[in-house]
């Protein structure tokens, strides 16, 4: 079985940035992870970002397009989410995911939480 | 954007057998997903495509469609199975990943 580790999360202050990285550590999978899931504290999960492995399509859920961007570092097995212009409401843990079988999400990492707070 | 409506709780008897289901338009169209969440744990993939299983997920655990209802079926239901369970599709059209509100299991 293989390891995703999320990294990066933290406490910052509205309308700033930060950088989430995910590595697939140890293991191969047979599919890298590609997309970002949320889930805020005592809430349900929610989609955020996908991207191909190649990196040639990214798709954004409404609320995070055009402040987030999905990308990946083949070379180090690695996917990025770069979060600008955060918002109190994006406060969650953010948990990387593999692709799975029909448009399912088949492994996810333990998730680094962000806290976006005055 | 599209919706998934699922009920908020199910209660169980240990033994018994547990069903939740997941309402979204057309969704007979669609490949539906669940997974399992427990406390302070990452989601676990439970059934993929409407009704497969990963491997290393029990027989226990099955997926049905019919209509515009997905169910997720738990037999012979376990303490262990106590989590939340939330249902996932992917809408092609617009590449767009949707989950349920999830549905919070408890065993009584």
């Known amino acids: 079985q293989g390891l995703l580790e999320e990294s990066g999360g933290g406490v910052v202050q509205p309308g700033t940035s930060l950088k989430l990285s995910c590595a697939a550590s140890?293991?191969?999978?047979?599919?890298?992870?590609t997309h970002w899931v949320r889930q805020a504290p005592g809430k349900g999960l929610d989609w955020v970002a996908s991207?191909?492995?190649?990196?040639?399509?990214?798709y954004y859920a409404d609320s995070v397009m055009g402040r987030f961007i999905i990308s990946r570092d083949n070379s180090k097995n690695t996917l990025y989410l770069h979060m600008n212009s955060l918002m109190v409401d994006d406060t969650a843990r953010y948990f990387c995911?593999?692709?799975?079988?029909?448009?399912?999400?088949?492994?996810w990492g333990q998730g680094t939480l962000v806290t976006v707070s005055s | 954007s599209y919706v998934l409506t699922q009920p908020p709780s199910v209660s169980v008897a240990p033994g018994q057998t547990a069903r939740t289901t997941c309402e979204g338009t057309?969704?007979?169209?669609?490949?539906v997903h669940w997974y399992q969440q427990k406390p302070g744990q990452a989601p676990v993939l439970v059934i993929y495509?409407?009704?497969d299983r990963p491997s290393g997920i029990p027989e226990r655990f099955s997926g049905s469609k019919s209509g515009n209802t997905a169910s997720l079926t738990i037999t012979r239901v376990e303490a262990g199975d106590e989590a939340d369970y939330y249902c996932q599709v992917w809408d092609s059209g617009s590449a767009y990943r949707v989950f349920g509100g999830g549905t919070k299991l408890t065993v009584l």
């Open positions: 995911a593999t692709e799975g079988e029909g448009g399912s999400f088949g492994h």
């Open positions: 495509s409407d009704d």
């Open positions: 991207t191909l492995y190649d990196g040639s399509n990214e």
């Open positions: 057309n969704i007979g169209y669609k490949s």
């Open positions: 140890r293991f191969t999978f047979t599919r890298p992870p």
